[in-house]
């Protein structure tokens, strides 16, 4: 008789929250010899849930009978690479999240869903499907072809990138200068050396113009989509795509850092300073971090592209860590806009159209609406008026669930809570003294929209923002009617200052830039600076039209030198000037940040959670070179009447940090699990290199 084969002990990573203070990997026995990175399902308590080997171990010698098995290996699949898991693991432990919730969360939902009868099923269907598109004829792909003429920048740009070597390269190109060339002459190069091009944008607004623009220049290639648009079905093709090596081209938004793709030659991250690379709930990561990270891991050339970039990637540049790549002009000469401020305080109060729009700045509207042109107006708040006042007794609208006004929406006749989502109509008099007069306080883009069409009711008026796009298509359908010239004056929150690319615009408006001036959070001002920019470049795409258009800011403070550095576009100097004040204050890049925020009924108990949490990490030896500060609130304190609260904690050395916080970790887990007193914490959560504090 033969001997049984012998089992073998595999490390699974499972997603289990209520195993965060065990091991990263639980141990389960299996007959097949499984190889590490390999996807399979596995029981835990009583579920079928899905796993990734993390290693094979040793062959089960007695004692492991305890062990239960694994139940079904996906061996269809090619296991994940070590360079896969090596990210994962680097994310979670940067991070602080558990291992297994880091690896499972960042996989499709619907692959952690199927079996292995039912993936057998899909691959077949998806090799159906492309045995007919690789019937399709392939136009060339040749590096170069159907390239236009390139900029110096262009030229030397895409020179430094030719030979793909594995570095961090910042491109920091003034708007219309042409990046995206540059990218598309990069990947031509990574493609026509057989690898994989991974390109991540912001938005998934985005993504369709970069789709089309790759997909036209690269038609003999498979180009794949990732974001969390897509539905269960679309995003497992395009994941199973680019695992298996097929996608020569993975566009996506943050998660697609974290796509399989064993070819990767070239990674591009578009607008850099975006924050929404940086995710904002559950592990909270920054994609573009990770791609520098992934960049060095795989030896592949990471490209960082923006008008504006992040004050951290410009500081790495300065450093010389990051190679800087310029594109200092304006494909076709198109001059960049010039700037233009109105000072509020000259300006009477009763200005036709209310305070909102400045007598020159209408003149400078009916200008272009005379001679055919367009014009957007950004204000970065939706509604009609942020709040609703009684004059009688003083009473606001204020959210009774959260530390907030309600927004006044005159088309629905509401008082809706943006963060909560809390609202009821209009009330006819003050709740609370009766007083028929109550008055919308402050503007909002419904009430720009309504004085707009008051004060050039010969202009076709559209607004886009949150509110006006909410069906699917409709933001589709808004741009194609700017595009068809079918809209003159267009208002729009920060939504219409992102890439969108308006070839008839000439005048773009800040009505009211100035609250990013003096706000408490400390990037403020280069967020404001990177918006403005961003919407300045909205005006004279079209380099026939770019010598009359116009940056116009309504503002009350016209000599602060954050205008004064837009006024000359010169994004280094205001670099220069924020690293400065940055470097003296010791905040970040020269220094490191986490936050420890808990959420709880009350702020005593979240507060208590906190000071708690504080005197733990006295204890540790590796507090040594961390500040902990004491618990403060957010700027948004209460939403949906839970009350937030949160610690920073700083450092001089972002290795001391990281040390501290994985000490600290498993003291926090006790805290909340085995203290009575902090049982009534909803929710905590360590935020490292937090974006907004
Ligand atoms: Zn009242
Ligand atoms: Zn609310």
């Known amino acids: 008789m033969p001997d049984p084969v012998p089992e073998s002990i595999v490390g699974v990573c499972v997603e289990a929250p209520q195993h965060a203070a065990l091991a990263p990997w639980l141990d389960y026995r299996s007959e097949q010899l499984l190889m590490p990175g390999t996807i399979v399902r596995v029981p835990l308590g009583k579920r079928d849930v899905a796993g990734i080997?993390?290693?094979?171990?040793?062959?089960?010698?007695?004692?492991?009978?305890?062990?239960?098995?694994?139940?079904?290996?996906?061996?269809?699949?090619?296991?994940?690479?070590?360079?896969?898991?090596?990210?994962?693991?680097?994310?979670?432990?940067?991070?602080?999240?558990?291992?297994?919730?880091?690896?499972?969360?960042?996989?499709?939902?619907?692959?952690?869903?199927?079996?292995?009868?039912?993936?057998?099923?899909?691959?077949?269907?998806?090799?159906?499907?492309?045995?007919?598109a690789a019937s399709q004829p392939a136009a060339s792909d040749a590096p170069g072809a159907q390239a236009p003429d390139m900029s110096d920048g262009q030229l030397a740009a895409v020179e430094a990138l030719r030979t793909l070597a594995p570095a961090t390269f910042l491109l920091h190109g003034v708007t219309g200068s042409g990046k995206t060339e540059v990218y598309l002459q990069a990947a031509s190069h990574a493609?026509?050396?057989?690898?994989?091009?991974?390109?991540?944008?912001?938005?998934?607004?985005?993504?369709?113009?970069?789709?089309?623009?790759?997909?036209?220049?690269?038609?003999?290639?498979?180009?794949?989509?990732?974001?969390?648009?897509?539905?269960?079905?679309?995003?497992?093709?395009?994941?199973?795509?680019?695992?298996?090596?097929?996608?020569?081209?993975?566009?996506?938004?943050?998660?697609?850092?974290?796509?399989?793709?064993?070819?990767?030659?070239?990674?591009?991250?578009?607008?850099?300073?975006?924050?929404?690379?940086?995710?904002?709930?559950?592990?909270?990561?920054?994609?573009?971090?990770?791609a520098v990270y992934r960049g060095r891991l795989e030896g592949v050339a990471v490209v960082l592209g923006s008008a504006t970039p992040s004050l951290e990637s410009w500081q790495r540049a300065e450093e010389g860590a990051y190679r800087r790549l310029a594109l200092p002009e304006r494909i076709g000469a198109g001059a960049l806009p010039r700037v233009r401020t109105v000072d509020m305080n000259l300006q009477p109060r009763d200005a036709p159209g209310g305070s909102g729009l400045s007598a020159p700045l209408l003149d400078a509207l009916r200008e272009r609406l005379a001679r055919g042109e367009q014009s957007l107006l950004l204000l970065n708040r939706r509604g009609y008026a942020p709040v609703l006042h009684c004059g009688a007794c003083a009473w606001k609208s204020a959210c009774p669930h959260c530390s907030a006004w309600?927004?006044?929406?005159?088309?629905?006749?509401?008082?809706?809570?943006?963060?909560?989502?809390?609202?009821?109509?209009?009330?006819?008099?003050?709740?609370?003294?009766?007083?028929l007069d109550i008055q919308p306080v402050g503007r909002g883009t419904e009430r720009l929209e309504e004085q707009l069409v008051q004060a050039l009711p010969e202009a076709r008026v559209g607004r886009i923002d949150a509110d006006s796009t909410r069906g699917k298509g409709m933001l589709e359908a808004q741009l194609?009617?700017?595009?068809?010239?079918?809209?003159?004056?267009?208002?729009?929150?920060?939504?219409?200052?992102?890439?969108?690319?308006?070839?008839?615009?000439?005048?773009?408006?800040?009505?009211?830039?100035?609250?990013?001036?003096?706000?408490?959070?400390?990037?403020?001002?280069?967020?404001?600076?990177?918006?403005?920019?961003?919407?300045?470049?909205?005006?004279?795409?079209?380099?026939?039209?770019?010598?009359?258009?116009?940056?116009?800011?309504?503002?009350?403070?016209?000599?602060?030198?954050?205008?004064?550095?837009?006024?000359?576009?010169?994004?280094?100097?205001?670099?220069a000037s924020q690293?400065?004040?940055?470097?003296?204050?010791?905040?970040?890049?020269?220094?490191?940040?986490a936050l420890l925020r808990a959420e709880a009924r009350s702020a005593e108990v979240a507060t208590a959670f906190l000071q708690a949490a504080a005197?733990?990490?006295?204890?540790?030896?590796?507090?040594?070179?961390?500040?902990?500060?004491?618990?403060?609130?957010?700027?948004?304190?209460?939403?949906?009447?839970?009350?937030?609260?949160?610690?920073?904690?700083?450092?001089?050395?972002?290795?001391?940090?990281?040390?501290?916080?994985?000490?600290?970790?498993?003291?926090l887990q006790a805290l909340r699990k085995d203290d009575k007193a902090h049982r009534a914490v909803l929710r905590w959560a360590v935020d490292v290199d937090p974006l907004s504090i």
């Open 615 to 667: 005197v733990a990490a006295a204890a540790l030896p590796e507090v040594q070179g961390v500040s902990l500060y004491p618990p403060v609130p957010p700027p948004l304190s209460r939403v949906a009447d839970v009350e937030r609260m949160q610690m920073l904690l700083e450092s001089g050395s972002r290795a001391a940090l990281q040390r501290l916080l994985a000490a600290w970790l498993p003291a």
């Open 579 to 593: 690293l400065q004040e940055r470097r003296m204050a010791g905040l970040p890049p020269f220094s490191s940040l």
């Open 53 to 132: 080997v993390w290693y094979a171990g040793a062959t089960l010698a007695g004692g492991g009978a305890a062990l239960r098995p694994v139940r079904q290996a996906l061996c269809a699949l090619e296991p994940l690479s070590q360079a896969w898991r090596q990210l994962v693991g680097f994310a979670a432990g940067y991070y602080q999240r558990h291992l297994g919730e880091m690896a499972l969360a960042v996989l499709p939902p619907e692959l952690r869903r199927i079996d292995a009868t039912q993936l057998a099923r899909r691959l077949a269907r998806k090799r159906t499907s492309e045995t007919f």
């Open 480 to 575: 194609s009617a700017v595009h068809a010239g079918e809209i003159d004056v267009l208002v729009g929150t920060q939504m219409v200052a992102k890439g969108h690319d308006f070839r008839r615009i000439t005048l773009v408006a800040a009505i009211n830039p100035d609250g990013g001036l003096f706000a408490s959070d400390f990037r403020a001002p280069e967020r404001l600076f990177a918006l403005l920019m961003q919407a300045a470049g909205r005006a004279g795409r079209d380099a026939s039209q770019a010598a009359s258009s116009e940056m116009w800011l309504q503002t009350w403070h016209p000599r602060h030198p954050l205008y004064a550095a837009l006024r000359t576009h010169d994004y280094s100097e205001f670099a």
């Open 406 to 435: 309600r927004v006044f929406h005159k088309r629905d006749r509401t008082l809706r809570c943006h963060h909560c989502g809390f609202s009821q109509r209009v009330p006819k008099a003050c709740p609370e003294c009766g007083n």
């Open 191 to 290: 493609l026509a050396a057989g690898r994989q091009v991974l390109v991540l944008v912001p938005e998934i607004n985005l993504t369709p113009q970069l789709e089309s623009r790759f997909a036209a220049r690269f038609a003999g290639h498979r180009l794949v989509s990732l974001h969390s648009g897509l539905t269960p079905a679309q995003r497992l093709r395009s994941w199973l795509a680019a695992h298996q090596g097929q996608a020569g081209v993975v566009l996506g938004t943050r998660l697609a850092i974290f796509a399989s793709m064993p070819r990767l030659g070239l990674i591009v991250v578009d607008e850099e300073h975006d924050p929404s690379f940086k995710q904002q709930e559950g592990a909270r990561y920054s994609a573009r971090d990770l």
